[in-house]
């Protein structure tokens, strides 16, 4: 395995005026924590299955359980990480429960996630 070097400075030089933007913009330590929490959410596989389904559709547990050959169990209990995430909302209809994307910034998450994996 190829390991690239990482460069670094040849002097020391703090960039006073930059060092203080940082400070100035960073947002608080709360605000980074729940950001980390969300992006490890999109760190299954199966968990991104699912919000791909629902790109298309508001969908029932039992058709997406069939569409990822998955159990339903499996399958909510994946729901249930991605709905306290914000990502999914669901609605009741008779005995059916149905999912879909909480709002159009899940879509361009993920939409954005692609073109940056899918670049040259």
């Known amino acids: 395995m190829h390991r690239e070097e990482i460069e670094t400075c040849d ?5 006073e005026d ?61 729901l249930r990480i991605l709905k306290q995430s914000k990502l999914v909302k669901s609605r009741r209809e008779g005995k059916s429960i149905f999912y879909s994307l909480a709002d159009d910034h899940v879509k361009t998450i993920i939409a954005q996630g692609m073109e940056h994996v899918e670049e040259d």
């Open 18 to 78: 930059l060092v203080r933007l940082v400070h100035e913009t960073m947002p608080g330590e709360g605000v980074l924590y729940d950001l980390a929490e969300l992006f490890k959410v999109f760190g299954d596989s199966t968990r991104i299955r699912i919000l791909f389904v629902l790109f298309g559709a508001e969908v029932c547990v039992c058709d997406l359980a069939e569409a990822l050959n998955m159990t339903q169990s499996a399958i909510s209990h994946q």
């Open 11 to 15: 002097a020391i030089e703090v960039h």
